[in-house]
């Protein structure tokens, strides 16, 4: 007995319908993957289990990356959350880093060179370039969604954006 269809065996089979060399080809990457991460969010309110899916999918569909997840805000502080790429520092102090940056001011962190960021933590030493972005909800900051590449630069203003309508529906699925 299932009512709720709460153990439903749903496959998720989603894939990039377009590759991120163009600003068309982008909008439509982040456009395919809030659409992932909505359908693999539905009905679930389990925060880690939502925050898993979606660092899962940003990993699949966002090329040139080397670490992709989620620090979560407990307690006054930034504590790893779900990822995927290399074991990472556990605790973040809010202000201290990219992540506490953008923990401390509400906003998006781009960082086109992370040696030139004052006080970047270097969980991985591949990382060049990071955008942070904060995962808020009536104000009040749930987590942040931290994305490294290994190339330079690796971040542009349509990221951010995309990223942040991203946060928009994972702090929804959060509350
Ligand atoms: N570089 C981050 C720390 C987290 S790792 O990149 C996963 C920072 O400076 O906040």
Redesign the pocket.
């Known amino acids: 007995m299932d009512p709720a269809g709460r153990y439903s065996q749903v496959m998720f089979d989603f894939a990039p319908s377009s590759p991120a060399d163009t600003p068309a080809g982008k909008a439509t990457l982040y456009a395919d993957l809030i659409f992932a991460a909505g359908a693999v969010m539905k009905g679930e309110r389990d925060a880690i289990a939502n925050m898993a899916n979606v660092a899962a999918l940003i990993w699949q569909f966002l090329p040139d990356l080397n670490?992709a997840g989620f620090y979560r805000h407990v307690d006054g502080e930034l504590v790893l959350g779900p990822f995927q790429g290399k074991p990472?520092?556990i605790r973040?102090p809010v202000g201290r880093?990219?992540?506490?940056a953008a923990a401390a001011t509400l906003e998006t962190q781009l960082v086109a060179d992370?040696h030139a960021f004052p006080g970047?933590?270097?969980?991985?030493a591949a990382?060049a370039s990071?955008i942070?972005v904060p995962v808020v909800r009536d104000g009040k900051l749930l987590a942040v969604i931290?994305l490294?590449s290994p190339t330079p630069a690796r971040f542009d203003t349509q990221d951010a954006q995309g990223l942040e309508r991203l946060a928009a529906s994972v702090a929804e699925a959060l509350s």
């Open positions: 670490w990472a520092c973040i880093g990219v992540c506490g992370v970047h933590i270097a969980c991985d990382s990071e942070v931290d490294d």
